[in-house]
């Protein structure tokens, strides 16, 4: 297994690579055109100064505390629902048998369809970019969750019940730890789909937020303030997962290593 200084060197020296990549073909001209014209692709070192730029002049700060606040509206909101409402669904067949076609009705639209019914709804504030995150979540730690306590061990099951165990000491003790690795593996995904519906929301309609500042450069024909914008979102969606990532390791202490227990 590579150690942790060698895995974050090679992710550095990917991320060089692509830059410096980027860079070249961007500004070096190959037989007498440059492969990436920077009008069209901008350059890194462009792109770079106006990251700079923004931070120096602190105007990046109030966008991305709009986007902040809504995609953890849209994360919690999203993940509180679809965790309780996927335990729910497991535990009663029934209910779970009379709802599955309309479930997978409501999956199956278009997100970006409920953009706008959403902004008429409820305006072009922040509650119609968490409505449209809320829906991107909820389907993934839905079904996650759904299949987590599906999965729980029948074997580890029936001897609870043999010992004595209430059916809420089970959903404790049984269901909980069954599902919980399959919740946050769904929260990772659900952290980038939160934030891309406060994104997408911004993008279609508001004053402010990472979303609108990737708009208005665009507007602009802005290629360098349209990267900046993405570099900058994608840099704020690691952050976020890093967070999940050490909340899941504090939770899932006692989940084994992979591979361990092999011979």
Not at 12 to 34: E, R
Not at 44 to 60: C, T
Not at 65 to 71: D, Q
Not at 211 to 218: D, K, M, N, P
């Amino acid at each position: 297994m590579m150690s942790r200084s060698a895995l974050l060197l090679c992710q550095l020296l990917v991320a060089v690579m692509f830059f410096g990549s980027w860079q070249f073909f961007a500004t070096v001209p190959i037989f007498g055109h440059t492969v990436l014209p920077p009008f069209f692709f901008s350059t890194p070192v462009d792109v770079f100064n106006r990251i700079v730029k923004w931070l120096v002049e602190g105007s990046i700060w109030r966008h991305l505390l709009i986007t902040l606040t809504e995609a953890s509206l849209a994360f919690v909101i999203g993940s509180l629902s679809g965790t309780l409402i996927g335990f729910w669904f497991a535990r009663q067949q029934t209910i779970a048998a009379i709802f599955d076609p309309y479930v997978k009705m409501m999956n199956a639209l278009p997100r970006v369809v409920l953009a706008p019914i959403f902004a008429l709804w409820l305006g072009l504030g922040i509650w119609s970019k968490v409505a449209l995150g809320v829906t991107l979540v909820f389907f993934v730690v839905f079904f996650n969750v759904y299949q987590g306590v599906k999965e729980a061990n029948a074997t580890l099951v029936d001897n609870a019940r043999m010992l004595g165990m209430s059916e809420r000491q089970l959903l404790r003790h049984v269901y909980w730890p069954s599902a919980l690795s399959w919740m946050f593996s769904s929260l990772h995904t659900s952290v980038g789909f939160a934030v891309v519906g406060a994104v997408v929301g911004e993008y279609l309609g508001s004053a402010a937020g990472l979303g609108y500042l990737i708009q208005q450069a665009e507007g602009v024909f802005d290629v360098a303030g349209v990267f900046a914008g993405m570099i900058v979102l994608a840099i704020f969606v690691v952050a976020i997962d890093f967070v999940v990532t050490k909340v899941e390791n504090r939770l899932l202490v006692w989940r084994p290593n992979a591979g361990e227990g092999r011979v």
